[in-house]
């Protein structure tokens, strides 16, 4: 009797660590994926491509994104065994495609939200190890292999978004991130935003400067979020309701739209350039965990373009204050939580603790950087200080400007800057005199100072003149000052 006991206690435990190997040889359930795509997966008709934004693209094709090929093609391999270290760097524009493909095939083979929710974790987990993967190799290359490398993304990067020409006809993408000349806003017609980021998240943090860093994302963030609003309101499954003004209520808002999907990979990207930028650059350890990822690269400054985009889209929208929660910590955590199904604030009390001395929740990239914000007193300006704040007085300041423009004489002479006279030439926001006029892409008319056309556009707020929200912004040369 004791022996069968044992024989049968013995099999279970074997039984039970085969099935724990199994499970944690294949922790992104790649070999599910796999089966379910052999047997469902059929290409989208040119309709269907339109609708959902997805291209005629096989979710089983190997995708080699740096050092990593994720292996799906093969039967010779399974599990996480899939996830392969390449000796050599490589980063296509094809590769990029098939994960963005991959992407969302993964997360939208399922009908429930909770399974959506559940794979949208699993597809960024597999990113992150991908992102893991390729920071240390980098980290730990020769001088003359990281250059190399930075090389190899500067050039793909630069031919995909600076040349004017590509397959035989105009490039789309070309001016996406210029900041010096004023782009067409008919280029931005049916552009892969996803690819974009993909794109950006990857390859921008090897040779972009900080602020050019957070320049691109700004103008990412909204070209990202109107399209994505644009096309859901287009299919009928976003309807107005502007009444929703908490970041949970926004968040459910979202997922029973369809929108958490592209959220999601919004904010997971967002936060790995973060985290790929500082590692690079400052040497920062990468996150070992999507958790960590999240608690510590946390893009708090989505919540406000994404709310800013919904309110957009209907009528007298734009003139809708935004709700103060929209630019805290707390509203992004909120909102994170219930779009990713992920709780980032379990260590709330360590990141406070830890951003007193140096802050990593924004994603602007500011950090390090020899430019960071000063207020009048010298002090550096605190990463939490409310948004909003800063907001409301710009809008004060405006308010005043045009009363006391309204209150001038007819016969007053103006000059170029936007309504100020030709003898102060001063920025008609902050009032300091002007050494380079900066027009607004929305505006013409418009001549700020650097800085606060940099306030207007990172703040999301409305030009003072024409009222429009700007995307970048330009030097004019006809107008610069000696």
């Not at 602020?211 to 691109?216: E, I, L, P, S, V």
Request: aromatic letters at 10%; a negative charge.
């Amino acid at each position: 009797m004791i022996p069968q006991y044992v024989l049968k206690t013995l099999l279970f435990s074997v039984i039970l660590f085969f099935y724990q190997q199994g499970l944690a040889n294949d922790t992104y359930d790649l070999e599910e994926f796999r089966k379910y795509q052999m047997k469902n997966w059929k290409p989208l008709s040119k309709e269907q491509q339109s609708c959902t934004g997805q291209p005629a693209m096989s979710p089983l094709e190997n995708i080699c994104i740096g050092f990593v090929r994720l292996n799906m093609e093969s039967d010779d391999v399974s599990g996480d065994g899939r996830l392969e270290i390449c000796e050599n760097y490589e980063v296509t524009e094809q590769d990029f495609r098939l994960l963005v493909n991959f992407y969302f095939n993964y997360v939208n083979s399922t009908d429930t939200q909770n399974d959506r929710k559940m794979r949208t974790q699993r597809v960024l987990r597999l990113i992150h190890h991908i992102f893991a993967i390729n920071i240390n190799q980098i980290n730990g290359a020769s001088p003359d292999k990281k250059e190399l490398i930075r090389v190899a993304a500067q050039s793909l990067f630069e031919c995909f978004f600076s040349s004017e020409m590509r397959n035989g006809g105009k490039n789309p993408y070309f001016h996406y991130f210029s900041l010096d000349s004023l782009a067409s806003q008919s280029d931005y017609v049916g552009l892969n935003n996803g690819l974009v980021l993909m794109l950006l998240t990857f390859l921008g943090p090897h040779f972009l400067f900080s602020n050019d860093f957070d320049n691109y994302f700004t103008v990412l963030r909204n070209s990202y979020t109107e399209k994505s609003y644009d096309r859901a309101l287009s299919r009928g499954s976003l309807y107005e309701n502007i009444n929703e003004n908490s970041p949970h209520s926004i968040a459910s808002y979202f997922t029973a739209a369809g929108l958490d999907t592209e959220t999601a990979l919004l904010i997971g990207l967002t936060a790995m350039a973060s985290a790929a930028f500082q590692s690079l650059n400052s040497g920062q350890e990468w996150p070992e965990t999507l958790e960590t990822l999240l608690q510590r690269y946390l893009p708090c400054e989505i919540l406000g373009t994404v709310y800013w985009s919904l309110v957009g889209l209907f009528p007298a929208g734009r003139s809708w204050p935004v709700p103060e929660v929209m630019f805290t910590v707390e509203g992004m955590q909120e909102f994170t939580q219930v779009i990713l199904g992920i709780d980032d604030t379990a260590e709330s009390a360590l990141l406070q603790a830890e951003s007193s001395q140096s802050p990593d929740c924004q994603s602007d990239y500011s950090q390090g950087s020899d430019n960071q914000a000063e207020d009048p007193d010298g002090e550096p300006h605190s990463e939490h200080q409310d948004q909003l704040i800063v907001i409301k007085q710009q809008n004060e300041l405006i308010t005043e400007l045009r009363e006391e423009s309204a209150d001038q004489p007819a016969t007053e002479e103006t000059g170029a800057v936007g309504g100020t006279t030709a003898g102060t030439k001063k920025c008609p926001l902050c009032a300091d005199p002007l050494t380079d006029i900066i027009v607004l892409d929305c505006c013409e008319d418009s001549g700020f100072c650097n800085t606060c056309a940099d306030r207007l556009i990172y703040e999301q707020s409305e030009c003072l003149f024409c009222r429009n929200v700007p995307l970048s912004y330009m030097k004019a040369p006809e107008m610069s000052l000696p």
